[in-house]
């Protein structure tokens, strides 16, 4: 276990320690392997010499039994003979063991540094740049389906880290791009239904009565129902037109970072609570989770998603709703709970535009208040959740995040 904690270790290391560590180890091995073979050179050479000279002179000189004058008395040593006393394999590894002796360290130095070099680039450097490599091309095949899984705690991990976050942000942008082009798609279909369904039906109210009234055939309390009927589709339209007023400015809506008192926006949400109780007979009751501090946001946006969580859990709820607050200097929860019958099993579509869980509501109601929600909440750097209560009931949550 030491061993795999002191690799991890290594591994985590900085380029420059690594460098240092690489060059530092590779010398002194260097160092020591150099003097290794200057030393069996060394050995080698006395042993090829060791042939050629008188041995019986040498050992006089060893033991002092020669005079002064044919031995010096600071050292005794073998003599080199020249090349033409020795034969010529033993002159071609005396001039080796030379060539050793004086290049050994410079040679082995340098083949140390490029091994080094060579290592450092294997374990430190290779990886990350296939990795950034690949990365890279795939990018340009707009191709964001991939990870970069590189992972040491160095500085072209933290390059990999980054660009990874930067393959994240690009395939989120392209998620939104695809999914905001989809949704156009679908809005300018809901366009022209939502606008020829009610021109249709009035139009088919009109060729009745032309075609009866000047004959005095029609029924007037037909006449007067074609004419409530007329009202409704008209309504409609108003409806729509206004709905789509607001989705025009969606976009362009930039959101005014104020201070937001916790204890405020309780009462604000408290006061529209009750308008909406009076006019729906309905139980509306607030219960604050958490409040701690104050708030930076556009307390305008998030009082206007409460109104359209509000309006919706109004029109599924059986008795009482039930709005959770909890606010704090980083974000905003609010979570809106009803006892109705909850979310079918395409709940992830209420979000989209013009989607209706009910279609008796389309004379009334557009299909736009959650996918506007969903909007102000990503605006706002949050997101909106939708779920089914364990007791029965939907519950939806809005998370606004701080803007300053």
């Given at each position: 276990?030491?061993?795999g904690?002191?690799?991890?270790?290594i591994k985590?290391?900085?380029?420059?320690k690594?460098?240092?560590?690489?060059?530092?180890?590779?010398?002194?091995?260097s160092?020591?392997?150099?003097?290794?073979?200057i030393?069996?050179a060394?050995q080698?050479?006395q042993?090829i010499?060791w042939k050629?000279?008188?041995?019986e002179?040498?050992?006089?000189a060893i033991?002092?039994e020669?005079?002064a004058?044919e031995?010096?008395?600071y050292?005794?040593s073998?003599?080199?003979p020249?090349?033409?006393?020795m034969?010529?394999?033993?002159g071609?590894l005396?001039e080796?063991?030379?060539?050793?002796?004086?290049y050994a360290v410079?040679?082995?130095s340098?083949t140390?540094?490029?091994?080094?070099?060579f290592l450092?680039?294997?374990?430190?450097?290779?990886?990350?740049?296939?990795?950034?490599?690949?990365a890279?091309?795939?990018?340009?095949?707009?191709d964001l389906?991939?990870?970069i899984?590189?992972?040491?705690?160095?500085?072209?991990?933290?390059?990999c880290?980054?660009?990874e976050?930067m393959r994240?942000?690009?395939s989120?942008n392209?998620?939104?791009l695809w999914?905001?082009l989809?949704e156009e798609?679908?809005?300018?279909?809901s366009?022209?239904?939502d606008?020829?369904?009610?021109l249709?039906?009035?139009k088919?109210?009109q060729?009745?009565?032309?075609e009866?009234?000047?004959?005095k055939?029609?029924?007037?309390?037909?006449?007067?129902?074609m004419?409530?009927?007329?009202?409704k589709q008209?309504q409609r339209?108003?409806v729509?037109v206004?709905t789509?007023r607001?989705?025009?400015?969606?976009d362009?809506?930039e959101l005014k970072c104020e201070k937001?008192?916790g204890k405020?926006?309780?009462?604000?949400?408290?006061s529209e609570?009750?308008?909406?109780?009076?006019?729906s007979?309905k139980?509306c009751?607030?219960v604050?989770d958490?409040?701690k501090g104050?708030?930076?946001g556009?307390k305008?946006?998030?009082?206007?998603v409460?109104?359209?969580?509000?309006?919706?859990?109004?029109?599924?709820a059986?008795?009482?709703i039930?709005?959770?607050l909890?606010?704090?200097?980083?974000k905003?929860?609010?979570?809106?709970?009803d006892d109705g019958?909850?979310?079918?099993?395409?709940?992830?579509?209420?979000?989209e535009?013009f989607?209706q869980q009910?279609?008796k509501d389309?004379l009334?109601?557009?299909?736009?208040?959650?996918?506007?929600s969903?909007?102000?909440c990503?605006?706002?750097?949050?997101?909106?959740l939708?779920e089914?209560?364990?007791?029965?009931?939907?519950?939806?949550?809005?998370?606004?995040?701080?803007t300053?």
């Amino acid at each position: 276990m030491g061993d795999g904690v002191s690799m991890d270790k290594i591994k985590n290391l900085s380029l420059r320690k690594t460098v240092v560590l690489y060059m530092g180890t590779a010398l002194i091995l260097s160092f020591i392997l150099s003097a290794l073979v200057i030393h069996g050179a060394n050995q080698m050479q006395q042993t090829i010499w060791w042939k050629y000279i008188d041995q019986e002179k040498y050992f006089q000189a060893i033991e002092g039994e020669t005079s002064a004058e044919e031995i010096p008395s600071y050292t005794v040593s073998i003599a080199r003979p020249s090349l033409d006393e020795m034969t010529k394999l033993d002159g071609k590894l005396s001039e080796l063991c030379d060539f050793l002796d004086t290049y050994a360290v410079l040679i082995i130095s340098f083949t140390g540094c490029v091994a080094a070099v060579f290592l450092f680039y294997k374990n430190k450097l290779k990886n990350p740049i296939e990795e950034l490599k690949m990365a890279s091309r795939r990018i340009g095949e707009n191709d964001l389906d991939f990870h970069i899984t590189y992972e040491n705690r160095d500085e072209m991990g933290e390059l990999c880290r980054e660009f990874e976050c930067m393959r994240a942000q690009l395939s989120e942008n392209n998620l939104r791009l695809w999914r905001s082009l989809e949704e156009e798609k679908i809005l300018k279909a809901s366009i022209a239904h939502d606008i020829r369904s009610p021109l249709s039906v009035l139009k088919g109210y009109q060729e009745m009565l032309r075609e009866y009234l000047p004959d005095k055939e029609a029924d007037m309390e037909k006449a007067v129902q074609m004419i409530k009927e007329s009202e409704k589709q008209i309504q409609r339209m108003d409806v729509f037109v206004e709905t789509m007023r607001k989705m025009s400015g969606l976009d362009k809506r930039e959101l005014k970072c104020e201070k937001i008192a916790g204890k405020q926006l309780e009462k604000e949400i408290q006061s529209e609570m009750d308008i909406f109780e009076n006019q729906s007979e309905k139980i509306c009751r607030l219960v604050v989770d958490e409040i701690k501090g104050d708030f930076y946001g556009d307390k305008e946006v998030i009082l206007e998603v409460m109104e359209n969580l509000l309006s919706n859990a109004l029109r599924y709820a059986k008795e009482k709703i039930e709005i959770h607050l909890s606010v704090t200097e980083e974000k905003v929860k609010i979570c809106v709970q009803d006892d109705g019958n909850g979310f079918g099993k395409e709940k992830d579509r209420l979000t989209e535009a013009f989607y209706q869980q009910n279609v008796k509501d389309s004379l009334k109601h557009t299909g736009l208040g959650m996918y506007i929600s969903r909007l102000y909440c990503e605006k706002h750097g949050g997101r909106l959740l939708l779920e089914n209560k364990k007791e029965g009931g939907a519950c939806v949550q809005a998370i606004f995040c701080r803007t300053k």
